[in-house]
Nanobody, 123 residues
Framework: QVQLAESGGALVQSGGSLRLSCAAS????????MGWFRRAPGKEREFVAV????????DYADSVKGRFTASRDNAKNMLYLQMNALKPEDTAVYYC????????????????WGQGTQVTVSS
């Protein structure tokens, strides 16, 4: 079973940057596709990015494409989300999640979740 722990959330001004981290333990990290999701106040959890187990391909939500970059270091069991040009609408709790077999943009497909980290973007 994989345990995940996010960190790096903060209050940042519009246009600023932030890097989130997700530390994984308890499983063979390089067997898992990793997703980033977020939940804004009053909204459903939504897909942000997914990176394949090998790190060879990453897909993004249209709302973050060109601004966010997901990466992973399989040797360190770490997942990252570099967020640039942040907007107030990026304000949310950000979660990392893990699943095996096939990558997915659907939250319900993921088996393991972190506790989340708060990102607040002020205008």
């Amino acid at each position: 079973q994989v345990q995940l722990a996010e960190s790096g959330g903060a209050l940042v001004q519009s246009g600023g940057s932030l890097r989130l981290s997700c530390a994984a333990s308890g499983g063979p990290f390089n067997n898992y596709h990793m997703g980033w999701f977020r939940r804004a106040p009053g909204k459903e959890r939504e897909f942000v990015a997914v990176i394949r187990a090998s790190g060879g391909r990453t897909d993004y939500a249209d709302s973050v494409k060109g601004r966010f970059t997901a990466s992973r270091d399989n040797a360190k069991n770490m997942l990252y989300l570099q967020m640039n040009a942040l907007k107030p609408e990026d304000t949310a709790v950000y979660y990392c999640a893990a699943k095996r077999w096939l990558p997915s943009t659907t939250p319900a497909d993921y088996n393991y979740w972190g506790q989340g980290t708060q990102v607040t973007v002020s205008s």
